[in-house]
């Protein structure tokens, strides 16, 4: 089971948009060490030689040896690669990771799903915080049990409700703190906990429905990775899946048929035993890999990152576990782990005070590395909405109105933008409902493919339409990758509607998303909405931070002698079919065209960077939060009630 709930992390963590419910992994994990751990606990209670050193000198035993290790790695190569920004947070988080707190510190920073999440090395180790919280309190709950003879199926029982019913109130409210709350995480290695009670107590009523139990257990852990994604309200009541999918596995026994046959294969027990190293050596991999790149790697890079994983988490479990849990100098042993890890500890606070510098001199070209991975989507200010089962996201303000912003993740980069309006000025601006996705272009019956990759997209631009047809909503604003999709060498579209399917970029297939973009415009203007179209703004290699440097994080790197202005006409030029076409679609339907190079570009120059010399995007096609909160005003009348007057921003572009 152990390799089940690694596997399954691990491939969500490499392919997130393929495997989207791999992430339930971590819940198997907490199922299973709650069993295990319990199951010990009661052994020592009942045969009355329990010790809480005892107990504690076992958990760094087990836990300090491959933590140890992969965390100084880590920390190496961060020295060897990171910049100044990045090395500081990474001495913060190391430290967090020592004293078993980073589920709290990450819960105060942002979300397991967010966009920079994946730009931190130690993010993985809000997992061991939980189960270490829980074993602070666990064994000391268990011997009052024994000791005030107890039952413990009663005290379990409460213990689960109470956690449970946290994880229930807060998870609509306030996901990210009951993604990462201890609180809202007890119950789940409280359930494992009483499996091995009834493990310990009741074997054999179990063991004769083992098949049964096997089969049950695979259903649940099926639904679990097939139903969960980041959309889902999670833990919530979709927990339980994965939960009581590994509950009832390990009721069924060894002979369970499931079990025998397919767990207690010689491979998936032997990942099992390298279950845990490989678990911390996977996530530092792969956000190394992505960090370097400046954006997600290459298939063939993640693949080599996950069988580096492997090859790592073997070298440690043979040459770091298994010589360790072998020698007989206990004491010295833990000694030697525990001074090892305040160490640690205290190199993280070095290098998170900058007391300890890191190693790479960018020379003058910092500016452009740190805008690489600069983005912010949701921001703080914005509170997760669910609507038809999606999640999207919703700034409310005092004002009048309601305002949904309808789009892939260009549109998504005028978050900022858009949260600092209606933070600055309530009572003027209204409430503001992204109903968005990344890579999801906003055309119904228009699918990205390979679907494995975006398999929500038809699902979420269903949903944001029918939301910005609903009779709260006044304001439509429609965003997107527009000449992305639309160019001639797009392979990645199809269009599906009715029997009729059509790959891009022939000419029918994109003249039948057009109709279907125009239909759902002309059927929100229908329904009384004011409807604006945003097209795309500026894009190309010349705003991408990786054009504007030589070298790489592993040697030196150097600015280069001078970064060129963007050629707004060029970009005009190349993108003459898709402009003109979607300004047809605006005139015919009676939507207001917003052209954002209008206010962002001068004498038909866009610059690349500001004032202070820093790239203005973070890629070739997104803004960077600062700009956008800057440059991106155009869509400040898009939140007024009444309409604006034309402005400059607003305006239909010229044509070519």
């Not at 339907?589 to 962002?600: F, H, L």
Request: charged content about 15%.
């Amino acid at each position: 089971m152990r390799a089940l709930a690694v596997i399954a992390v691990i491939a969500f963590h490499a392919w997130p948009t393929w495997f989207a419910g791999g992430f339930v992994g971590v819940d198997i994990f907490f199922v299973i060490s709650g069993f295990l751990i319990t199951s010990i606990l009661l052994g020592q209670l009942e045969k009355g030689s329990f010790s809480i050193a005892d107990f504690y000198v076992r958990r760094i035993r087990r836990i300090f040896p491959a933590l140890s290790v992969v965390m100084l790695a880590t920390l190496a190569f961060g020295w060897m690669t990171l910049l100044q920004g990045e090395f500081r947070q990474i001495g913060k988080h190391a430290v967090a990771g020592t004293v078993f707190v980073s589920n709290l510190v990450l819960w105060n920073e942002a979300g397991y799903f967010d966009n920079d999440g994946i730009t931190k090395p130690f993010l993985h180790l809000w997992s061991l915080g939980v189960e270490e919280q829980f074993y602070i309190l666990w064994p000391l709950i268990l011997w009052l049990v024994f000791s005030r003879k107890l039952r413990f199926l009663w005290v379990a029982g409460v213990i689960f409700l109470i956690s449970m019913s946290a994880n229930l109130l807060l998870v609509s409210s306030h996901p990210v703190a009951a993604f990462f709350s201890p609180l809202t995480r007890f119950w789940e290695l409280m359930a494992g906990g009483v499996v091995s009670y009834l493990h310990l107590h009741h074997a054999q009523r179990f063991e004769r429905y083992g098949t049964a139990l096997s089969l049950a257990g695979a259903v649940l852990l099926g639904l679990a990775f097939w139903l969960t994604n980041e959309q889902s309200a999670f833990p919530g009541w979709w927990a339980l899946l994965p939960v009581g999918g590994a509950c009832l596995l390990i009721l069924a026994g060894k002979d369970g048929l499931l079990n025998r046959l397919l767990l207690g294969r010689r491979l998936p027990v032997a990942i099992g035993l390298i279950s845990y190293p490989l678990y911390l050596w996977h996530w530092p991999l792969l956000s190394y890999g992505h960090i370097v790149y400046g954006q997600k790697p290459p298939m063939a890079v993640k693949l080599a990152l996950v069988a580096a994983g492997f090859v790592l988490a073997w070298l440690t479990y043979r040459l770091v576990e298994i010589p360790l849990r072998e020698r007989r100098d206990r004491s010295r042993v833990t000694w030697s782990l525990g001074m090892g890890m305040v160490a640690i500890a205290v190199l993280g606070l070095a290098i998170g005070t900058s007391v300890l510098r890191e190693r790479i001199d960018t020379h003058g070209a910092q500016p452009y590395l740190a805008a690489l991975n600069d983005s912010q989507f949701p921001g703080p200010t914005l509170a997760p909405l669910r609507y038809e089962g999606v999640v999207f996201q919703k700034a409310a303000s005092r004002g009048p109105g309601l305002t949904v912003f309808l789009g892939d993740s260009v549109m998504q980069q005028y978050g900022p933008r858009i949260e600092h309006a209606v933070a600055s000025d309530p009572a003027r601006f209204s409430s503001v409902i992204f109903a968005t996705a990344g890579g999801c272009p906003p055309i119904e019956h228009t699918v990205r493919l390979p679907q494995i990759r975006f398999p929500l997209c038809p699902r979420t631009v269903k949903a944001a339409y029918a939301l910005a047809n609903s009779p709260e909503v006044d304001t439509v604003v429609l965003g997107a990758a527009w000449y992305g999709y639309f160019n001639a060498g797009q392979h990645e579209l199809l269009f599906n509607k009715d029997g009729v399917q059509k790959a891009f970029p022939a000419q029918d297939a994109q003249e039948l998303a057009y109709q279907s973009l125009q239909a759902s415009i002309a059927t929100l203007r229908a329904n009384g909405k004011r409807v604006f179209l945003v097209l795309q703004p500026p894009a190309g290699a010349a705003y991408d931070p990786q054009s504007m440097y030589t070298g790489s994080r592993f040697g030196a790197i150097a600015p280069l002698p001078e970064v060129p202005a963007f050629d707004l006409a060029d970009f005009r030029r190349r993108n003459a079919a898709p402009l003109a076409r979607l300004s047809a679609i605006a005139a015919g339907t009676g939507a207001i065209v917003i052209e954002p190079a209008q206010s962002m570009c001068k004498d038909n120059l866009c610059p690349v960077l500001d004032d202070s010399g820093a790239p203005v995007y973070t890629d070739s096609i997104h803004m960077r939060p600062a700009y956008s909160r800057r440059a991106a005003s155009f869509l400040d009348p898009t939140m007024l009630r009444a309409p604006a007057a034309p402005t400059a921003s607003v305006a239909t572009p010229p044509p070519g």
